[in-house]
């Protein structure tokens, strides 16, 4: 029952996330409305992993933490459209200006630890989501898509291959389960898909409108496949830190958001700053 549910509701995960990017070029208010409710729904369980010392968020601190993180997000698009990134350096001013200023009015507690758990929930879930944005916005909903794919083909690799043969644990002491033969084998699935990439006609077309090349593709599999690893293993060391099993659960199945989202918080600023490398290399050589 719980591979139903767990499939089930993945399911709907994958659809949400697939329709959003597609109706992206005629309509971006499904995919703003979606991920700006990962990204509130992202803070309160970042929050919840990250306050050691047990005593509750003020709800003021907490509207201005997902006020703020959505405004990145949102910003972070704008910047591309007006070609200019001080907006996104604008929505970061702000909400650090009004986050601080507010600190002086809270009870009486610890207001280094209240301040360090906001600025981690924030840069740690609306600024990668925020960058999501971004890259879509200068690249291609399409390419997006793509990024999404790599990370639910390095799952589906790294689960199915770890299950049939992993034997040499990854990082045991924050994560029993993963084995190296997993991380292999999820990375195979994800080179293969960024080759097919750029050698099928069709998924050229679709996936691939910048004209990338094969190389760029490779480069950017693997390093969505370190990323999603990395990714993966912090949340899991925040979850183990705080004794927790899963993030929340909003997902049956699954857990939190989070819990889904995990890996695509390391990936989305790894990629963007493979693909603005390239274009550096491109200009001067």
């Given at each position: 029952m719980?591979?139903?549910k767990?499939?089930l ?12 990017l597609?109706?992206w ?12 409710c ?27 933490d997902?006020?703020?993180g ?7 698009h ?9 907006l ?11 986050r601080?200023s ?16 906001s600025?981690?929930?924030?840069f ?28 639910w083909?390095?799952d589906?690799?790294?689960?199915l ?5 992993g034997?040499h ?5 924050i ?6 033969e ?15 990439i750029?050698?099928?006609p ?18 950017m ?10 990714g993966?293993?912090f949340?899991?060391?925040?979850k183990?830190?705080?004794?927790v099993?899963d ?10 958001i989070l819990?889904r989202?995990?890996?695509?918080l ?10 603005e490398?390239v274009?550096?290399?491109h200009?001067?050589f």
């Open positions: 719980n591979i139903v767990r499939t509701f993945g399911g709907i995960y994958v659809i949400l996330i697939v329709v959003s597609l109706t070029d005629s309509s971006k208010t499904f995919f703003n409305i979606l991920f700006a990962f990204i509130v729904l992202g803070l309160l369980e970042a929050s919840k992993l990250l306050n050691h010392d047990g005593k509750p968020v003020h709800k003021w601190i907490t509207a201005i997902c006020a703020g959505v405004g990145m997000f949102i910003a972070a704008l910047s591309w459209i007006a070609s200019s990134g001080s996104l350096l604008i929505a970061i001013a702000l909400y650090l200006l009004v601080f507010v600190q002086l009015y809270m009870p009486q507690h610890n207001a280094v630890a209240c301040v360090r758990q600025l981690a929930s924030v740690y879930v609306a600024l990668p989501l925020a960058m999501l944005n971004a890259l879509i916005a200068k690249f291609s909903p399409q390419l997006a898509l793509a990024v999404f794919i790599f990370i083909l390095y589906t690799g790294a689960f291959v770890g299950c049939a043969i034997k644990r990854l990082f045991e002491r994560s029993p389960k993963k084995s190296w997993g991380v292999a084998g999820g990375a195979v699935f994800v080179i293969a898909f960024a080759i097919a750029s050698c099928v069709t998924l050229n077309v679709f996936f691939n409108p910048r004209s990338l090349s094969i190389d760029t593709w490779i480069v599999g693997i390093t969505a496949v370190v990323a999603a690893t990395l993966d293993l949340e899991s060391l925040l183990r830190t705080a004794g099993k993030s929340g659960n909003i997902i049956p199945g699954h857990g939190g819990d989202i995990d890996s695509l390391f990936v989305v600023p790894a990629i963007f700053v493979v693909l490398f274009e550096i290399i200009k001067f």
